[in-house]
């Protein structure tokens, strides 16, 4: 007999490597990662666990990863909305970030802004906003894994004069983090119309020096690539080419304005894309080529962007726009499959991240960021394939617990490491805050 400190017990577990109808399985956890996946029958005889968890009727599947937030601008959801990106962001977010932004105001809404992701099923996301020590800080009091990143613009912003002080401010946190078990320190440079190409070289070079990922904001609206053609003669994507930002580990959020040329060479540079449906409907930027991306063999992710501009956090409505759009925008139904999108929302963000060798898949070994779905619910009954329910049936709510680093996060939807009345009202303290001042 060998001890495990959990047992998730017979729940309908999904392996990518194997049918989807492997059936009723139970997995040992030890250490934070994933001891053993068996029949419940012999993981019973071989294993005594500390404590057990029940999946009976629930779906047992690996956490999903958001390769594209902003999760610190909890508290602006919803101040304004049905505006053009430009128009958005100059004249609500920006003078709104301006007046009230501080380390604890980030703190505050990072734990808000992970908590809710706890709640979306969320084990994994990559964000970029500022004072990325603070949300690490929020991070790990929630217990959710993280790549941060400090957006690097080239004019003052938040605490800073210049860009040269973000990056000091990344090397500092990078330092830091190097040996941390949930957060990661990468580089965010924000765009190429806020980043000079000095900037972005100058960060290129510590990235791969210190073997960081570096995530950017690429071709989100057709005038960031018009001003690219005027500025540069070249397509955004061609021009960071140009200057050698692509040879790194990078992960592009929006990638919508691109041909195919510009998709072949994300492609041939392995740069991976962070696709936000949501968002980029909301905000009427348009629609990233996907089926190119995937034709050419690009890893494709999916991001919830900030809930500023989405106004959720939810993956599995991310997965549903993303696959019934995409269908129609093709015309052929057959593309972006049902097993395909829940992929997309795990394994692929964890490719995207380059952390598939830890995250994204339950497989002996492998970190313990494991989710369970609730399958006893009217509006996901019945049930002949999982894959399509979470594609097209499941919402948030029927996610009823969550594991990271195999710690339970979330039990019956109630969250462990966090009351959930401090965030309550610290929303509404911050909601009066804003309007006050608005
Ligand atoms: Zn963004």
Known sequence: MKTADLIIENGLVLQYDRSSSSGISSIAVKDGRILDIDLPDRIKSNYNADSYLSAIDKIVMPGFVNTHSHVSMTYFRGLAD???????????IWPAESKHLSAEFVYDAALHGCAEMIKNGITTFNDMYFYCGEVAKAAKKIGIRAILSEGVLDFPVAQYQNSQEIIDYTIKQHDKFKHDELVQIAFGPHAIY?????TLQKITKLAVARDMLVHTHLSE???????SLKKHKLRPAEYLDSIGFFDNKVIVAHAIW??????SLLA??????????SSNLKLASGFAPIKGYMDKGVTVSLGTDGVASNNNLSMLEEMSYTAKIHKLLNEDPTVLPAEDMVKMATIEGAKALRMDNEIGSLKQGKKADIILLNTRDLNVQPMYNPYSHLTYAF???????VLIDGKIIMQDRKLVTIDEDELFNKAEYYRNKIRENK
């Open 82 to 92: 049905d505006l053009p990106l430009m128009e958005w962001l100059n004249d609500h």
């Open 395 to 401: 919402s948030s709510e029927q996610i009823s617990d």
């Open 194 to 198: 806020t980043c000079g190409t000095d």
């Open 268 to 277: 041939e540079k392995n740069v991976a894309v962070a696709i936000n449906t």
């Open 221 to 227: 609206t057709k005038t960031e690539l018009e001003d």
């Open 258 to 263: 691109l041909d195919e040329k510009e998709q």
